[in-house]
């Protein structure tokens, strides 16, 4: 009985269903209407009626059981039944009952029951909200922070008055999570009701200054979402946000940056300044702090870099390794759109790696990368073959990676391309395949070295077995053609004897327009074609007909004695076509060239008219006009303005006034530390990491040095006001004791004219942020030990008694610099510059070692040399070193230390112990909290070692740090010298690992005597390639600089201005080592190493080539 | 920002459905079916589509499409980041994501899915967190669970929620402490036709097992860093350290992560490991066809190639394969065109080779896709990543250690 009831049921059902269908034929404008009650129908199909209703009564009766379990079976069977898109609202009024369940599972459940239900049932919802009130004065922050999200997640109207307290109240909790929820119950409201918008924006002013980074995120999300227009809420909290940006979590830091982006067009100058070159190259702005890097620039250029624009680019760039492909995405596209052109080389590998990620995450990566290469080709150009197509991929990563590699080609790597492309040609997708022609196409009018080659593939590709890439290399032909027709004519009759085998209606049309406009070029074929089109004219498609009828009108004008008849015959057949455009066309064709009473004066023209010469068609991108949407954006994606898109503002000319985003309070600037948690990190990584004091330190390094420097001390003087004025603003600002914006200005306004009256200045690495190791009150020990040995070079000569000071004991020699670090250059500035900086006591100078005397200082030396006591021959003197880019290299890190840490650096000078050793300056740090005692050197390796060491440290106390010089005797090779350092209690074995440039001692020479010592050593002696510079690399200055910085050789002054030579002398062997590079044209030059070390000559030579080629 | 999500299985079936807003009818995802239609493959639908009111990205994982509906402007791959992230989830929960596993704990999916996003924006999405808050599901848990009635909701605020290191729960305790790291290494290469590298690079991955008592604070440090190109890392790698030492110092996760994924930087090129020898052809004149496949080992340092197999992806007109392998056995599904060869260990001195013919329809178009796979334990290349040591602060115990390498074929394929 029960069976044949229910198959009379489904029978039914069936039944119902094909009505539906045909009804939904019949009327599909119906259709979703249909669809639902169809689905409706096929729930009941599934479950029969009666019988879900049975169920649903069934839960109704389980839910009001006493028993929890058989509630939470209930709500589970519920919430199942929500998942699956099922109605269940009928149950809500006994689903409520159970909101105040203790059984914290039962109670989330009822939560997510209601969130869903509760704009359906809005008065039965409204009982819960007692509940929720409650629970937000619930001591737990958990319950809090849920009652919060439940209740603004509820959406009835009536609530607004309520939910608007409870986001007040929750903005000021203690709790930064349930201040992160309330951030969160803003956009709620506010999609809830727009009218709360101003009371909203005072809770996201108060919650924007937040300094909790769980907040951050989300509060700039509401920001977003409701005021996006409000950008003065955004500056007092710029800095804020720029330096909480790498401690945020990921998704915070999308939005954040991107609001950043934003703001950043409208409050800085343009970066972008047209035709201005770079000296630069950026793989050393990766490694150099920011304010060397403003420096350059300035240099080239009088835009200054707003240090606000700077800072949101410095503390972006972590997050290119962030994991999360939209975190990179938005990096990349902040530096497309905020960073100077030549910065923004540095996202084309993080977006590269990117395409190893998932297929969606590839083609919004492709898109963008397709958008970037048509301005760009040089960011992707070196990863062109990241771009090369797998047959595995989806088609419409393919079609784009075929996009990119076709916008990269350029005359060099055409070849390679074409290549690839030929391949691609042979793939089983034909969609793909066809596009490739596209590609080759354009590839061809792009590049003019390759037209022939393509068009002579193409016509190969005519002969294919494939209809489709037959019909696209017609088109693409065709296009091709018109660019250069003159020689051709082989062509298009090649084509012509093809056309009775291509059906392709595109193609076909293609040709006979190719036929018309080059009729007279082929004039035996032309009407053999029409008169087979006249043929099968009825048989073709519309747009083969059109051009049936243009060619027909074509050869008339030229060919009137053969074709009149022809050209009638079509003309009547399009007369009567069914389509109303081939009888328009026919009509105008008509009255056009068949002269008779009515055409009047067009007649004479027809001739122009059909065949004027006409322009060729430009093949571009399909990405060309992609770049007017932000990138990384929807509207990117999908080409049209998304919305909520907000236009991304052009640069301001004139800056607004940057002082408002100077703030009261003193913000902890918070570098990317490692995220220990906050108490350890204030500790322990501060020093290590923070800008700021690393900064102030640098200062008083270069204070000391203007100190020393008596002969340069003018110029000095001029720029480390400039830095001063640039750095005392930031970090004034930083610190809280604003300055105010007028004197910002003037300041800058100062050091602009400042910079103009300086001639030449060596770019100057500065030491990495490690070197700062030493706590901000002592005011840079370190550094000023390393100051120290840069100082001389500016002096010229007059070096090192501070040094030998330093040797015998160093202690008390750096406690008198560092004094004088601190009282010397404030009186100085104070007395030259009317500007009162504020913070002087901290702030001193900037950090110039006054390297515009660097190369004069060889010059100088050997015009001394005659003064020189030294024993060495007088042609060739080992000079003191000329340039001093002083790398800080990890020896112990204080972790691994014990508390100990431990940093060398070599500071190019002859070693004081004995000639052959190299120098090495060791800072100790004792990070722990009790003091370090008798710090030595133990045990080293090899054996045979030959090390000076430093005189036993009695005692270093904590958050102290002390320099130590020691030499050690390499014996030439980079092997490295292991040895241990011990303090009372414990021993750490450490090694010092010397690069091949700093075995060197540069050498003076003059020309003649160079080329002398270079004669003798040739053949084995002589190592040589040739590299390809960097453009930025390609200015003498430039390369010294980069010679210099990679190894510790000596300037020879040259006659020739395309040869650079640089000698040196090993320091333990004293072996001569000459360096000289000659430019050739086109950025090409030939590096040649002359030394008996062959082993050292290979090394260096792979230095410096790295160093010359990065760009 | 995200507004909802629908699951949608590989024949068409919404199965779950999640709106964080207001409820959007499912009718939305008929513009997806549309574009699913016409993409014939599943692979190749649009992430991105555009409806009149509506954006809907979509991702394509595990036979299941996670389709989400957009309603204003944000970047797509934060959206697209996220539904991986949350497919992720799952799998880190049940072992797989598939229908039938999401099927059988759709409530957990949906108390989940409810806690990754708070009105569209994402609120808690390590899983270290999640774990806490809604416990994954174990056989001995869902024993205990009926029998006491207790839950699998926590019903405290994961710690790691408000601490600066979110990614790791806190009070982890193992009676055996141990780390584990693979280190594995793939080649991505294309062959052209006569065996000549097109392509190839490295890319690494360290994927640790950790498992560890407390907050220890772990240091590995690598004997060639220099190696390493371009990196990406879980989050609790610092930075600086990085920058400055070339060492990952980090609080790991509780349990399975990746470290950090790597590019192998590589002057010289790309020493492929084996090299195949094929030709492949189809007669003009007849319905069939000739294959011929060697592979032979090739710079493999003494180390064996194992799990060798072959994958190739022949036209819609092959019929049938009739072929003799001299080693490993070769199946051909007639439906999706597709031969696998599975050769396992490859043995230098009789090389496995493929040989026979193959029935075709008479027009045929377009040649084979080859893609091969394979897997070189122990192999270390020229240029492969080594582990120097891995120290551990902040903890007493002394913790069991182990690196494992491995290389294998990455996107490895040979063109026809």
């Known amino acids: 009985m029960d069976v044949g009831l229910s198959s009379l049921r489904s029978e039914a059902v069936g039944a119902m269903r094909t009505a539906m269908v045909s009804a939904e034929n019949l009327q599909l404008t119906l259709k979703p209407e249909l669809s639902q009650e169809e689905q409706a129908l096929t729930h009941t199909s599934s479950s029969p009626k009666d019988a879900h209703k049975a169920g649903n009564e069934d839960l109704k009766e389980m839910l009001e059981s006493n028993k929890e379990s058989l509630k939470l079976e209930a709500m589970k069977r519920i919430v199942g039944l929500i998942a699956k898109g099922k109605n269940s609202s009928e149950l809500f009024p006994a689903v409520v009952k159970n909101v105040a369940s203790k059984n914290i599972e039962l109670k989330k459940l009822v939560y997510v029951y209601l969130v869903r239900y509760a704009e359906e049932q809005q008065d039965l919802a409204l009982l819960s909200i007692s509940t929720f009130q409650r629970a937000l004065k619930d001591p737990n922050q958990f319950i809090r922070a849920s009652a919060l999200r439940v209740l603004s997640s509820i959406r009835v109207p009536i609530i607004v008055p309520i939910m608007m307290l409870a986001i007040k109240e929750a903005a000021a909790d203690l709790s930064p999570y349930v201040r992160k929820t309330s951030a969160h119950a803003i956009q709620k409201l506010y999609s809830l009701d727009p009218d709360q918008k101003e009371q909203l924006i005072e809770v996201i002013e108060k919650l924007l200054k937040d300094k909790s980074t769980l907040v951050a995120g989300s509060v700039v999300m509401a920001f977003e979402e409701v005021c996006p227009d409000r950008i003065d809420l955004i500056h007092k909290n710029y800095r804020k946000l720029c330096n909480l940006l790498v401690d945020v979590e990921e998704w915070g830091q999308v939005v954040i940056i991107s609001m950043l982006t934003r703001y950043a067009r409208t409050q800085f100058t343009s970066p972008w300044t047209e035709g201005a070159t770079f000296d630069e190259n950026n793989e050393k702005t990766f490694y150099d702090s920011d304010s060397e890097e403003k420096k350059e620039q300035t240099e080239a250029k009088p835009y200054i870099m707003d240090p606000d624009h700077r800072l949101l680019l410095r503390n972006t760039k972590p997050l290119l390794q962030s994991r999360n492909t939209a975190v990179v995405m938005s990096v990349a596209q902040l530096y497309w759109h905020l960073a100077p052109k030549h910065e923004v080389n ?713 040869f650079h030579r640089f000698a040196g002398r090993t320091v333990s062997s004293g072996a001569l080592v000459l360096v000289s590079l000659e430019l050739k044209e086109s950025s090409s030059a030939l590096l040649t190493i002359n030394t008996e070390k062959s082993v050292m000559a290979s090394m260096l030579l792979r230095d410096l080539k790295q160093a010359l080629t990065q760009a | 920002m995200i507004h909802s999500l629908f699951l949608i299985n590989h024949s068409g079936d919404i199965f779950l459905e999640k709106h964080w807003k207001s409820v959007i009818s499912r009718s939305v995802c008929d513009y997806f079916f549309e574009a699913r239609e016409k993409a014939v493959d599943p692979e190749n639908v649009p992430p991105v589509l555009q409806t009149p009111h509506h954006y809907l990205i979509s991702i394509y994982r595990g036979k299941l499409f996670f389709l989400s509906v957009i309603q204003t402007e944000v970047a797509p791959l934060f959206v697209i980041e996220f539904l991986h992230r949350v497919a992720d989830t799952i799998q880190d929960y049940f072992g797989e994501c598939s229908e039938g596993i999401i099927k059988d704990n759709i409530v957990t999916v949906y108390e989940l899915l409810e806690e990754m996003l708070d009105n569209g924006f994402p609120l808690a999405t390590e899983s270290n967190v999640l774990k806490e808050m809604i416990r994954p599901p174990t056989i001995l848990r869902s024993v205990v669970n009926t029998l006491t009635g207790s839950s699998n909701v926590g019903d405290t605020l994961p710690t790691g929620q408000l601490s600066n290191v979110p990614w790791r729960r806190a009070g982890v305790k193992y009676t055996n402490n141990e780390a584990y790291f693979d280190v594995i290494e793939e080649i991505d290469a294309i062959l052209d036709k006569s065996g000549t590298t097109v392509f190839a690079e490295i890319q690494g991955v360290i994927e640790a097992c950790v498992r560890l008592t407390g907050m220890p604070d772990l240091t590995l440090s690598f004997m060639n860093p220099r190696l390493l190109d371009d990196v990406s890392f879980h989050p609790c790698v610092r930075f600086k350290r990085w920058e400055s030492e070339r060492v990952l110092s980090f609080i790991p996760p509780d349990g399975n992560f990746t470290l950090m994924n790597y590019h192998v930087s590589s002057q010289n090129l790309v020493a492929i490991p084996v090299y195949v020898k094929q030709s492949i052809s189809f007669f003009e004149t007849g319905p069939c066809g000739r294959l011929d496949i060697t592979i032979g080992p090739k710079q493999t340092m003494g180390k064996t190639v194992e799990n060798m197999m072959v994958t190739i992806h022949m036209p819609k007109a092959v019929l049938n394969a009739n072929l003799t392998a001299t080693q490993g056995t070769y199946t051909y599904d007639l439906t999706t065109k597709v031969l696998v060869w599975d050769i396992g260990k490859l043995n230098p001195q009789k090389l496995p080779n493929l040989r026979g013919s193959l029935s075709t329809q008479l027009a045929i178009s377009g040649n084979p896709r080859y893609i091969m796979t394979l897997k070189l334990s122990q192999l270390m290349l020229v240029d492969c990543l080594k582990v120097s040591r891995l120290d551990m602060y902040g903890e007493k115990y002394k913790p069991f250690k182990g690196v494992k390498y491995l290389t294998k074929a990455g996107k490895f394929q040979v063109r026809t």
């Open chain 1, 346 to 1058: 540095i996202v084309t590998k993080s977006l590269v790696r990117l395409l190893r990620s998932h297929r969606e995450v590839q083609f919004i990566v492709l898109q963008n990368i397709a958008t970037m290469s048509i301005q760009r080709k040089g960011m992707f150009e070196p990863f062109m073959k990241s771009f090369y197509v797998r047959s595995t991929d989806a088609t419409h990563i393919k079609t784009l990676k075929l996009e990119i590699l076709t916008n990269l080609a350029n005359e060099a790597n055409i070849s390679t391309i074409l290549r690839e492309f030929q391949t691609y040609v042979k793939s089983q997708d034909k969609a793909f395949a066809a596009a490739t022609i596209q590609a080759i196409g354009r590839c061809a009018t792009n590049i003019s070295e390759v037209t022939d080659t393509c068009l002579n593939g193409l016509v190969l590709l005519l002969s294919n077995r494939d209809e489709t890439v037959v019909a696209e290399s017609v088109v693409v032909i065709k296009k091709l053609l018109q660019t250069q027709p003159t020689q051709h004519s082989e062509i298009i009759k090649h084509m012509a004897k093809l056309f009775d085998n291509i059906t392709v209606p595109m193609a076909r049309a293609s040709i006979l327009w190719l036929m018309g406009e080059y009729c007279e070029r082929v004039p035996k074929i032309a009407p053999d074609v029409l008169r087979k089109m006249a043929k099968t004219f009825t048989a073709e498609e519309d747009i083969v007909k059109l051009q049936i009828v243009n060619l027909a009108a074509k050869l008339y004008l030229t060919n009137s004695k053969q074709t009149k008849l022809l050209t009638q015959y079509i003309l009547n057949l399009g007369k009567y076509d069914q389509n109303y455009d081939i009888r328009d066309r026919t009509r105008f064709i008509r009255q056009l060239i068949v002269p008779n009473e009515k055409s009047g004066a067009l007649n004479k023209y027809a001739r122009r008219i059909l065949l004027a010469p006409k322009p060729a068609p430009v093949l571009e991108s399909a990405f060309k006009d992609r770049d007017r949407f932000q990138l990384g954006t929807l509207s990117h994606s999908i080409n049209s303005k998304a919305t909520g898109y907000q236009e991304l503002s052009d640069w301001p000319a004139v800056a607004p006034d940057q002082s408002v985003r100077n703030v009261e309070v003193i913000e902890p600037v918070k570098e990317w530390a490692p995220l220990v948690g906050k108490t350890k990190k204030s500790k322990s990584d501060d020093k290590f990491y923070s800008d700021d004091e690393e900064e102030k330190e640098e200062e008083g390094s270069a204070s000391s040095g203007n100190e020393d420097s008596s002969s340069s001390s003018e110029e000095s003087d001029s720029e480390s006001e400039e830095e001063s004025s640039e750095e005392s603003e930031k970090t004034s600002t930083d610190s809280g004791k604003s300055s105010s914006g007028s004197e910002n200005s003037s300041s800058e306004s100062e050091s602009e004219q400042k910079k103009k009256k300086k001639t030449k200045k060596a770019p100057q690495k500065k030491s990495k942020p490690t070197a700062a190791d030493s706590d901000s009150d002592e005011n840079g020990n370190g550094p000023v030990a390393q100051a120290s040995s840069s100082s001389p070079e500016s002096s010229s000569g007059s070096e090192t008694d501070s040094e030998d000071d330093s040797d015998s004991d160093s202690l008390a020699a750096q406690k008198k610099k560092k004094s004088d670090a601190k009282s010397k250059p404030k009186v100085e500035v104070k007395s030259k510059k009317e500007v009162s900086l504020l913070d002087l006591d901290d702030f001193s100078p900037a950090p110039t070692n006054a390297p515009k005397s660097s190369f004069l200082s060889s010059s100088l030396l050997s015009d001394l040399e005659g003064l020189s006591l030294s024993n060495i021959s007088s042609t060739m003197q080992v000079t003191t070193p000329s340039f001093g880019p002083v790398k800080t290299y990890e020896l112990l890190h204080h972790m691994t230390g014990k508390g100990l840490s431990a940093k060398y650096h070599f500071p190019r000078q002859p070693c004081l112990y004995e000639p052959s050793m190299v120098a090495v300056q060791v800072i100790l740090t004792n990070s722990s909290d009790h003091s370090l005692e008798e710090i030595h050197i133990g045990e080293r390796s090899p054996a045979g070692l030959n090390i000076h060491c430093f005189n036993t440290i009695e005692r270093l106390e904590p958050e102290a740090s002390v320099t130590v010089s020691m030499g050690i005797d390499f014996s030439d090779s980079t092997q490295a010298a292991n040895f241990q350092l011990c303090t009372k209690e414990n021993q750490f074995s450490v090694s010092i690992q010397p690069a091949v440039g700093e075995l060197l001692m540069p050498s003076t020479m003059t020309e003649q005597d160079f080329t002398k010592e270079q004669g003798k050593l040739l053949g084995m002696n002589e190592t040589s390639a040739t590299i390809t510079m960097a453009t930025a690399n390609t200015s003498s200055q430039a390369i010294s600089k980069q010679v210099l910085s990679v190894a510790n050789v000596g300037v020879v002054s040259s006659s020739q201005n395309n």
